[in-house]
Structures are given as structure tokens and as C-alpha cells.
């Protein structure tokens, strides 16, 4: 009896590229990491919450952003397997979480803190370090999670 086996490759392709005016494409502190995802992603307009990850090189220089997913008002679904699938991809060597709140407030909520620990710890696992996770408010506000001591 013949039975078939499916061999596949995996392939990260590119939905788009735009040039961005700025300094540096290095994310070397939470205030850079906050610029970044403002100025690429463009958060702040949102009226959903979106999730997304920053994939980083061995000198922290942004190989890949990603929006791993899209919400409701208060909250949008993650799984972790799906950030570390496209970090993966990227050969990244450490992430920077971000999202936004519609509400405009940046003050990280209990799920936040809870969400972040866990992938931090999963990350540590997968040897792909998680450096931040950035909490976009409106009108430029931000909070940085590493800065607060939750990784």
C-alpha cells in the first residue's frame, strides 16, 4: 500500500515596504521602540486594539514588524505560538511587544502584565528574548512594560 507524504517550505514574504523618515532604524530604548510603532504603525488612529511585535537583529536593528492581531475595543486574542512563528521567521534574536488602547489611557491593564510575563517566559524558552512591550496611548503616550519592572 502506497501512502503520500506532503513535504512543504516555509517562506516569509513581504506585504510592503515604505521608506520612513528617521535617524536610526536601531531600537535601543522604550522611547525609541515607542517611535517606532507610531510612526510605522500608526496606532494612535486606531479605533480597535491591534497587537504587534518588532523582530530585531544581534544589534537591535528592525529586521520585521509585524501586527500578530486585531481586537474590539478592550482587548484583541493572541497566541504566543503566532509571535514566536514570525520572530522565527525573521531570525530575530530578541521582540518588542506593542499595542494600543483605544481608549487613549496607556496604563497597562492586568491581562496586560499577565500576557507579557508569559511570553517573556516563552521567549526565554525559544532563546528569542523579549525586551519590551510597549503600551501605545493618544497623543504620543506610552508605557513601556520593562520599564516598570514586569520583564
Not at 8 to 29: F, G, I, Q, R, T
Amino acid at each position: 500500500m502506497k501512502k503520500r507524504i506532503i513535504t512543504y517550505d516555509v517562506k516569509l514574504v513581504k506585504e510592503e515596504s515604505k521608506l520612513y523618515e528617521m535617524e536610526n532604524v536601531m531600537v535601543n530604548s522604550a522611547n525609541a521602540a515607542g517611535e517606532m510603532v507610531e510612526l510605522v504603525c500608526n496606532l494612535n488612529d486606531s479605533t480597535v486594539e491591534k497587537f504587534g511585535i518588532i523582530c530585531l537583529d544581534t544589534k537591535n536593528k528592525v529586521i520585521g514588524i509585524h501586527i500578530i492581531g486585531v481586537g474590539g475595543l478592550a482587548s484583541c486574542n493572541v497566541e504566543i505560538r503566532g509571535i514566536f512563528q514570525r520572530a522565527l521567521l525573521n531570525n530575530a534574536m530578541s521582540i518588542i511587544l506593542f499595542h494600543n488602547h483605544p481608549s487613549g489611557d496607556p496604563t497597562p491593564s492586568p491581562e496586560d502584565i499577565s500576557i507579557t510575563r508569559k511570553i517573556a517566559e516563552a521567549g526565554d524558552v525559544m532563546t528569542i528574548k523579549v525586551l519590551d512591550h510597549i503600551i501605545v496611548g493618544d497623543e504620543g503616550r506610552y508605557v513601556s512594560l520593562a520599564e516598570r519592572g514586569v520583564i
